[in-house]
């Protein structure tokens, strides 16, 4: 079955629900590509700690933004938009349909609604800033910078993870070039507007369920060898400190080589940690507007939710 129009089909949900999987199988039977939606899976060489989609699954179908930017490159929500709709306007052009397949919210209602606009004119003032965040991030640490931020953006900091130190900093800047909150400016933008015709499904699963996955795929993680993967990526010479290496998962097998946790205590926090980011993500998804909720489980109705869905909002057609 051939779709045909300019739209796009969003699969999102928690980690380890099952994506991938069901994105193959959606892929193949509509014939679409996919758009990778996952802040960690644009990152070289970061391939088992992210779950990142195997050779043999991309030789099944053309996947896009996977491995584009080194772990010592700067990539964000604006950066993300920009490849993306680069890869949609050239699928489109060729009368593909793309499905964004990812569970990083941010990117995703990016890409949907556009970003937060941020004033920000004076570049010296705000690189001043920036310069002054990095050297207290070092010597105040992240948690000093973090109950800052509660005090001056409660609202932002209610939504972020303790450890996200790329938005923490980014709400204290803004309050700082400003004098606003970062929330504020949210607020006024709304991300009303819709960029893209499109329809949209999160995948969930019963919570205990889920919980399982999670404990059995971290598990099958270091069975495929998550830790020598994370003392390559070192002995390449990147630093620890980097960003996408201080996320879940790395972040722990780093203090296990560094002596600092076991590595049966690093598993049991990478656990944890992943099952805690999987309740931010229904969290989060419960407040974006569109999506359809749809069991895991249930592949054959979600393949005609997707089928009924698509013939509601775009020009749809069948070639045999």
Known sequence: MKLSGKFIVILSGPTAVGKTEVALEIAQAFGMEIVNADSLQVYRFLDIGTAKP???ERRLVPHHLIDVVNPDEN???????EMADDV?????????VPLVVGGTGLYIRALTRGICQIPDDDHSRKDQIRRELKLRLQEDGLATLYQELRKVDPELAASLHSSDTQRILRGLEVFLLTGKPLSYFQKQHRFASERYHSVKIFLYRDKQELAKRIELRVLEM??????????KILNMGYSPDLKPLQSIGYRQIIEHLEGRMSLDDAIRDIQLETKRYAKRQFTWFRKEPGFQWIDANRRDYLLQILKNSIKKTVFFHQKT
Request: proline share 0%.
């Open 75 to 81: 990539f964000d929500a604006g950066t993300y938009q």
């Open 88 to 96: 949609i306007q050239k699928l489109w052009n060729r009368g593909v």
């Open 54 to 56: 195997t050779e043999e």
């Open 222 to 231: 270091i069975e495929r060898g998550l830790c020598e993967e994370v003392i």
